[in-house]
């Protein structure tokens, strides 16, 4: 069964985020992990576990430790102890060169979209590419143009990323990060920084892209309300503990009084919000992502 039946059936079944066994497969395993600075102790033991094809939401207060775990499971820093298990890889266990061919199952879409200005949107795409790849130009051309119509960028590739909206960068990011096929996608801070409308475009975006390419998404992010739109699963960071998981229902009605308190001043209305819809773990959609 293929995971979008497979979560689907949970769902049908009363899925809470709590799904083992068989019916879905464990594809990031973080267990224990610690990290200090010194003597600040800012990551205390987290574990959780991923699932593959869904999103998983990490969300937390400032200083919570959300930028510190990401910079971990991108390689840019190494834990203090604990494990990162991607299939059966520990990735905290890879040596430097390892670590590096390990990191192209992971693609990243950086906060603010981190493209080079002085780069056209094509090349911006393509980088990924020409620095890791042996394709031909040609190959390389088909490649950008195919993934910046899939992301409904039709004829921008000549632009600067200056001459482009929030949301249209955040795509172009978003391209670039699926040049190399990860199979994880990690997103930093998606919606943070951009007007509510688009905001929401960027949750459909990253709802579609999981979609259609099959990525397992994790998110780090503060904005509740988009949370409640895209995650499967929710991990409620606070001062370097997990203290909540599940849906991000549970984070309301679940035993943990920090996080309905963190829930509660976040100042969403939890009964007006927006679900993830079972019905789009059903099936992979056919089709372009609209342009917006
Ligand atoms: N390289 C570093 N050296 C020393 N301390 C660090 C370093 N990086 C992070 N910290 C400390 O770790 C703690 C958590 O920081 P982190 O950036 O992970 O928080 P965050 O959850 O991303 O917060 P925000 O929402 O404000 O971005 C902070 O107290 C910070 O001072
Ligand atoms: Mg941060």
Redesign the pocket.
């Known amino acids: 069964m293929d995971t979008n039946a497979a979560l689907a059936q949970a769902w049908r079944a009363g899925y809470k985020g709590d799904v083992t066994g068989d019916k879905l497969q464990e594809h990031i395993i973080i267990r224990d992990l610690k990290k200090s ?2 003597p ?1 102790e ?1 990551l205390k033991g987290i574990s959780m576990t991923i699932h593959r094809g869904e999103t998983a939401v990490i969300i ?12 971990i499971l991108m390689g840019l ?1 190494r834990p203090t102890s604990g494990q990162i298990l991607i299939e059966d890889t520990d990735m905290a266990a890879l040596n430097d060169r390892q670590l590096n061919t390990f990191r192209r199952k992971l693609g990243m879409v950086f906060q603010y979209s981190a493209l080079l200005d002085s780069l056209t949107i094509f090349d911006n795409v393509a980088f990924p590419l020409v620095e890791h790849t042996k394709l031909s130009k040609a190959q390389i051309k088909e490649k950008v143009i195919g993934m910046l119509q899939t992301l409904g960028l039709v004829n921008k590739e000549h632009l600067f990323p200056s001459e482009l909206s929030g949301g249209q960068r955040k795509r172009v990011s978003l391209a670039r990060a699926l040049m190399l096929e990860p199979e994880i996608l990690i997103y930093d ?1 998606p919606t943070s920084g951009l007007d509510p409308l688009t905001s929401r475009l960027v949750d459909d975006l990253i709802e579609e892209t999981r979609q259609r390419f099959g990525t397992t998404n994790l998110v ?1 992010s ?1 904005d509740m309300a988009s949370t409640f739109r895209i995650a499967h699963r929710a991990f409620l ?1 606070i001062q ?1 503990r997990v203290v909540a998981s599940g849906s991000p229902d549970d984070l309301v009605t679940g035993p943990s009084e920090e996080a309905r308190d963190f829930v509660l001043k976040s100042g969403v209305d939890v009964a007006r919000l927006n679900r993830v819809p079972p019905a789009s773990l059903a099936g992979s959609r056919k089709g372009e992502v609209t342009s917006r």
Do not use: D, P
């Open positions: 600075f010194g600040n800012v937390g207060g400032s200083g919570a430790g959300k930028t510190t775990l990401l910079r820093e801070e780090i503060h960071l370097g």
